[in-house]
């Protein structure tokens, strides 16, 4: 068994067809250990371009190889057949993050190599974000290295070195943990992540909104109602359309995001900036509730209040909310609503 970290590095066309746009592998750099203590090898090769001659300008700036590196490169079937030979057979592999896989796949098969497109490839980015930063983003390689502590004195965007830094992390990680986790055990670690970051924005979201209730004045405040539900009443008119404190400009708020006992939306003067609607409610009598439009320009926002709705608060979409209930008599609906059901009777025929 031998731990396979690999790294490639690619080019691209400047596309002007389809064929241009695939990511073409202009060096395989790997590094491999024996077991979690082991010292391990490098593999590293430049491959020969054969679909973009020249190398894309942005490739230039990031990868610090020449023109000329490739004078004495092999072509890439050559490149990769060596590289798996030097892999053997019992290897496993890593990558930091998805697209090294991706980019591999795409060569493989362009140059009709799907006898190794099966592998599998674990990705150590995923299982450092998780276990280390403890976050969903994906965190770049040289960033995790500092994280971790580890010596980088080799410069970045080699796939070389970029495949030593990878297999650095990877036995970092087992000393620290034990072992690496799998695939199941990741999706379950995302899972409570999410759920715990979702947590924690809806508190400090109900947090800021109770505070700028209390603290700011809404520059427009009305009462919406009543309503036979909260949902009816999130719909309606009178709590999403609202002129501009400024101008004349007739607003609407979109999507509302609850937390807690509070919804809030998003709307925008194209002149006065973004304003931001707070919907409360309270209940009527004959089970009616009835709901309190607020509207705070953005400035007198915290800075996160609508991302933490976002994030932490039950989206309710106001194209998906309940119709309406209309009275029975109220004849410019009905006729409205005798149409649509006559459309949707033909839709079940079919
Ligand atoms: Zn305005």
Redesign the pocket.
């Known amino acids: 068994m031998s731990y396979v970290f690999f790294d490639l590095e690619w080019n691209q066309g400047y596309p002007r067809s389809e064929a241009e746009k695939i990511d073409e592998i202009i060096q395989i750099g790997a590094y491999r250990l024996h077991d979690w203590q082991d010292s391990g090898d490098a593999f590293s090769a430049w491959v020969k371009p054969g679909i973009h001659k020249k190398l894309h300008h942005q490739v230039k700036k990031l990868v610090p190889l020449e023109q000329a590196d490739f004078k004495h490169a092999k072509p890439f079937r050559r490149v990769a057949g060596e590289f798996f030979r030097w892999c053997g057979q019992d290897a496993r592999f890593f990558t930091w993050g998805t697209c090294d896989a991706r980019v591999l796949d795409t060569n493989l098969c362009w140059y009709g190599m799907e006898e190794y497109l099966d592998l599998e490839i674990y990705d150590l980015q995923r299982a450092f974000d998780l276990l280390v930063l403890e976050t969903v983003n994906q965190t770049s390689l040289e960033a995790a290295v500092t994280a971790l502590g580890l010596d980088a004195e080799l410069p970045y965007h080699d796939a070389g070195n970029d495949a030593r830094y990878t297999a650095l992390i990877g036995r970092e990680l087992v000393r620290r943990f034990g072992r690496l986790p799998g695939e199941e055990e990741l999706d379950r670690l995302e899972a409570q992540l999410r759920e715990q970051l979702r947590l924690q924005a809806m508190e400090a979201a109900d947090r800021d909104i109770h505070t700028l209730l209390e603290v700011e004045h809404p520059v427009m405040a009305r009462k919406c109602g009543a309503f036979a539900s909260e949902a009816e009443g999130l719909k309606s008119r009178s709590a999403r359309i609202y002129h ?6 007739l ?1 609407c708020g979109g999507n509302w995001y609850q937390v807690g006992i509070h919804y809030v939306s998003r709307s925008r ?4 900036g973004r304003y931001f609607g707070v919907m409360s409610f309270h209940e009527e009598r004959f089970e009616r509730v009835q709901g309190t439009l607020r509207v705070y320009p953005e400035d007198l926002l915290p800075d996160d209040l609508f991302r933490l709705c976002r994030q932490g608060g039950k989206r309710i979409e106001v194209n998906q909310m309940p119709r309406k209930r209309h009275r029975s008599g109220s004849g410019r609906f009905k006729g409205f609503r005798r149409k649509k059901a006559a459309g949707e009777g033909k839709n079940v025929r079919q």
């Not at 501009?244 to 400009?249: E, H, I, L, T, Y």
């Not at 003067?269 to 006065?272: K, T």
């Open positions: 501009c404190p400024s101008c004349d400009n607003l003067c194209a002149e006065h």
